[in-house]
């Protein structure tokens, strides 16, 4: 990964407000090795004033948008003619001047601009998005992903994932679906210019009884862009609701974490429901029971959830009742996961199935150290509280942990652990999640099944 890579930051994936005490722990040590977590964006330099407003990259600085990664860093660039405003689409060439991308600009971010098209013809409007918009409703209906019709599930309706950012083409660019309500979360200059228009094409297209914006993720504050929260089209009902297969869960489109409901884990719930009969489970960072309840429907013989959020457990006690499941099976902490690991460890409480679905603790490569020493502790505790032949499903929705990195974690919190143990699968965030093969960064969520010896 190139060094500006690496201080990317804006792939679509979780927030971490509930990480909030570990991320004070990392800005903390950070800054004692003067190493600023984000460094302020260095500005490009300006060309011609009175030039037609354009991008020029710096000679032998196209290659990546030759392979048709859609960022464009500031310091590729060379200089930026003309004025242009934030969420302006520029053109954007190589140092001969050859036409490279349209590409939303922002003054603002490290990543100068991201491309919305590689093609010279293309003229970057209204209809061009209605296009991009329906090629990704059309994609998730092919592969029979889409609550039918979009939309139209009603108000305990399917959910899904409708547009995912760079990899459907709409660099920034969130859409969720929880029955019929939308929930639109605008990460970058660019689809910030275009608010009002993508919400016009999603209500032409979906007809939601409501558009709800959150963008007030993490990346946003580093993009120069203040958040915003509200209703954008429609009236926001009372109760949301969305219903995972067979189960409901209320959302809290509004308060909730990340558009209120982490539909990437659909598939991976949905496994340890199967695996979970008869079993003790343990579910850290359980936010409003997504895991617990399948575990639960699985025939569970105890679940124990944890999570620093007293409003998630909230939700999700209320999700157990909603569902007619077993609340007397069912037990719930609220606690740092850290901590809460080590008591039961000295409780000596031991499960057969262990859940681990941190928040992003390393949104950058540049985290990746610190990261690494949080998922190895609690993946050593995990290890440690499992009986033979238990289970440990763990996850990292870090942009800044790749595959290959977080297998070392977990090998290296077994062996301290003392434990042997086998990958019996490797998961990733569910198909209404594409990745784009040209921009690696959209697999920020990858999880292992791994089995202790028995
Ligand atoms: N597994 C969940 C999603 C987890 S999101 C699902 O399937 O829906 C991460 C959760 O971790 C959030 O609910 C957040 O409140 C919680 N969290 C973050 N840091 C924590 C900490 N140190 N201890 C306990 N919970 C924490």
């Known amino acids: 990964m190139s060094k500006e890579k690496s201080r990317s930051h804006s792939t679509p994936h979780r927030q971490s407000q509930g990480g909030k005490d570990f991320r004070k722990r990392v800005q903390r040590s950070k800054s004692q090795t003067d190493a600023p977590a984000v460094q302020p964006a260095s500005r490009p330099r300006a060309g011609n004033p009175s030039a037609k407003p354009g991008i020029m990259l710096k000679a032998g ?22 004025a242009p405003a934030s969420g302006d689409t520029l053109p954007v060439r190589d140092a001969a001047g050859n036409f490279l991308a349209w590409a939303a600009y922002n003054a603002d971010s490290q990543i100068t601009a991201r491309v919305w098209s590689w093609h010279e013809k293309d003229v970057i409007d209204k209809a061009f998005f209605r296009n991009r918009i329906a090629n990704a409703l059309a994609a998730r209906r092919a592969l029979g992903l889409l609550p039918s019709p979009a939309g139209g599930g009603g108000a305990g ?45 999603l209500q032409e297209q979906c007809a939601p009884v409501c558009i709800y914006e959150r963008s007030d993720s993490d990346g946003r504050e580093l993009e120069g862009l203040p958040k915003r929260c509200g209703v954008v089209r429609g009236t926001l009902p009372e109760k949301v609701e969305v219903t995972e297969n067979g189960l409901r869960f209320a959302v809290d489109v509004a308060e909730g974490q990340k558009t209120g409901y982490y539909l990437d884990q659909r598939d991976n719930r949905a496994l340890t429901g199967t695996l979970a009969q008869d079993k003790d489970v343990l579910n850290c960072f359980c936010y409003t029971g997504g895991f617990s309840l399948y575990a639960l429907r699985g025939g569970a013989k105890s679940v124990l959830s944890i999570d620093a959020s007293e409003g998630a457990l909230e939700l999700a006690k209320r999700n157990v009742e909603l569902n007619g499941l077993n609340a007397s099976k069912a037990e719930w902490q609220c606690a740092d996961v850290f901590g809460a690991l080590r008591k039961l460890r000295d409780q000596n409480r031991k499960f057969d199935l262990i859940v681990l679905d941190p928040p992003k603790f390393a949104p950058t490569a540049a985290f990746a150290e610190k990261a690494s020493r949080a998922y190895k502790d609690i993946n050593l505790l995990g290890f440690k509280l499992l009986r033979p032949g238990g289970l440990l499903f763990t996850y990292s929705c870090s942009g800044g942990i790749s595959d290959d990195l977080f297998q070392k974690i977990i090998a290296g919190a077994a062996l301290d652990a003392g434990v042997d143990a086998q990958i019996v699968k490797k998961l990733h965030a569910a198909a209404d999640h594409p990745v784009l093969l040209s921009f690696p960064e959209g697999a920020y969520l990858k999880g292992l099944v791994l089995r202790v010896a028995g």
């Open 157 to 201: 309706g399917e959910g899904a994932r409708l547009v995912h950012g760079e990899s459907d083409g709409l660099p920034g660019l969130i859409v969720d679906q929880y029955g019929d309500v939308l929930v639109m979360q605008l990460g970058s200059a660019g689809p910030e210019h275009w608010r009002d228009t993508f919400a016009d094409i």
């Open 61 to 82: 600085r196209e290659k990546s948008l030759q392979r048709r990664h859609p960022w464009i860093f500031s310091g590729a660039v060379e200089c930026i003619d003309g």
